[in-house]
């Protein structure tokens, strides 16, 4: 699927740091762009993130029916929903992040360039 990702790279600090600071302040990737991703679910070693968003042509809709269409998304599925699990486990003095899910593709090449501030992205790489 195009809005697949799987992607793991290697950051400098240990899993629990690393997850600090993802739960205080997500990557650039997730605050900005379609979608604002907020923390869904939680673990000891993972992060949930999901963002809600509404493609151009049914906020176009939207707004030239006076918003109806908006008021009955849950029930005309016009919302898409990402959803990406950032798991952090110890790799020798450092940690591993493994992004799992789905997300849109600015977000994906986002995510590529913060492997890329990171050495690379290692393992699993992010979808076609």
Not at 13 to 18: K, M
Not at 40 to 48: G, I, K, R, V
Not at 58 to 80: A, H, N
Request: hydrophobic share 45%; glycine share 10%; aromatic share 10%.
């Amino acid at each position: 699927m195009a809005d697949e990702l799987q992607l793991q790279f290697d950051v400098r600090s240990p899993p629990g740091a690393v997850l600090e600071q993802w739960r205080r302040e997500p990557p650039r990737a997730f605050r900005e762009g379609p979608g604002t991703f907020e923390i869904a679910d939680e673990s000891f070693n993972s992060l949930t993130f999901e963002a809600r968003y509404l493609d151009a042509v049914w906020k176009i809709f939207c707004v030239l029916f006076l918003g109806i269409p908006y008021l009955f998304r849950g029930l005309l599925s016009i919302e898409s929903v990402f959803r990406v699990t950032a798991r952090f486990d110890e790799e020798g003095a450092g940690t591993r992040v493994t992004l799992l899910g789905k997300a849109h593709p600015d977000t994906r090449a986002a995510l590529g360039e913060l492997a890329a501030e990171h050495g690379g992205a290692v393992g699993l790489r992010v979808g076609a």
